[in-house]
T-cell receptor
Framework: NAGVTQTPKFQVLKTGQSMTLQCAQD?????MYWYRQDPGMGLRLIYY???????DKGEVPNGYNVSRLNKREFSLRLESAAPSQTSVYFC?????????????FGEGSRLTVL | RKEVEQDPGPFNVPEGATVAFNCTYS??????FFWYRQDCRKEPKLLMS???SGNEDGRFTAQLNRASQYISLLIRDSKLSDSATYLC???????????FGTGTRLKVLA
């Protein structure tokens, strides 16, 4: 049972470098999400994709871009990494309706920007 | 001010105690509500949905107060294994945005 798979699990970057976090889900969910989690801040929504072909900004989109490549895959790109982007990044997916809508998360990607 | 707020804790309680957490939300258009649990260095997982009439799942009871814009989680007969961070989540009507609170940390002591 793969569920939501994120890669890489760990990454160290230098300021100004770029990288892409990959996320794939095998549950045929329509909606996919990228969050970041910092100490004392809970999870903050970066971008989400309600369905294939659409993407929307969340609470903290600055410095990031996303691509919904197909129904399964949703990638997050840092074009020019900054130390403030040091965080744990979680990808999630759901088949949302107003009564259930459980979010399924990947295991997280720990990014350090030096 | 964050849209969904929680007391960060930590709440340190002895085994067998009853503990309650509150979560307040500022957007009156919030439609759906959930409690998630997150263990240290792990991903969050759904604990329970919160329905308008309130709902119970074993030792856990969730309540929603739309007039005062808060949700609550009550844990009875706390176990050591309940030690975790509890996150409340709201979804706005007409959107697919899951907005998380900052989380409340619970430590159940032997």
């Amino acid at each position: 049972n793969a569920g939501v798979t994120q890669t890489p699990k760990f990454q160290v970057l230098k300021t100004g470098q770029s990288m892409t976090l990959q996320c794939a889900q095998d549950m045929n969910h329509n909606s996919m999400y990228w969050y970041r989690q910092d100490p004392g801040m809970g999870l903050r929504l970066i971008y989400y994709s309600a369905s294939e072909g659409t993407t929307d900004k969340g609470e903290v989109p600055n410095g990031y871009n996303v691509s919904r490549l197909n129904k399964r895959e949703f990638s997050l790109r840092l074009e020019s990494a900054a130390p403030s982007q040091t965080s744990v990044y979680f990808c999630a997916s759901s088949e949302y309706n107003s009564y259930t809508g459980e979010l399924f998360f990947g295991e997280g990607s720990r990014l350090t920007v030096l | 001010r964050k849209e969904v707020e929680q007391d960060p804790g930590p709440f340190n309680v002895p085994e067998g105690a009853t503990v309650a957490f509150n979560c307040t939300y500022s957007n009156s258009a919030s439609q759906s509500f959930f409690w998630y649990r997150q263990d240290c260095r792990k991903e969050p997982k759904l604990l329970m949905s919160v329905y308008s009439s309130g709902n119970e799942d074993g030792r856990f009871t969730a309540q929603l107060n739309r007039a005062s814009q808060y949700i609550s989680l009550l844990i009875r007969d706390s176990k050591l294994s309940d030690s975790a961070t509890y996150l409340c989540v709201v979804i706005h009507s007409g959107t697919y945005k899951y907005i998380f609170g900052t989380g409340t940390r619970l430590k159940v002591l032997a």
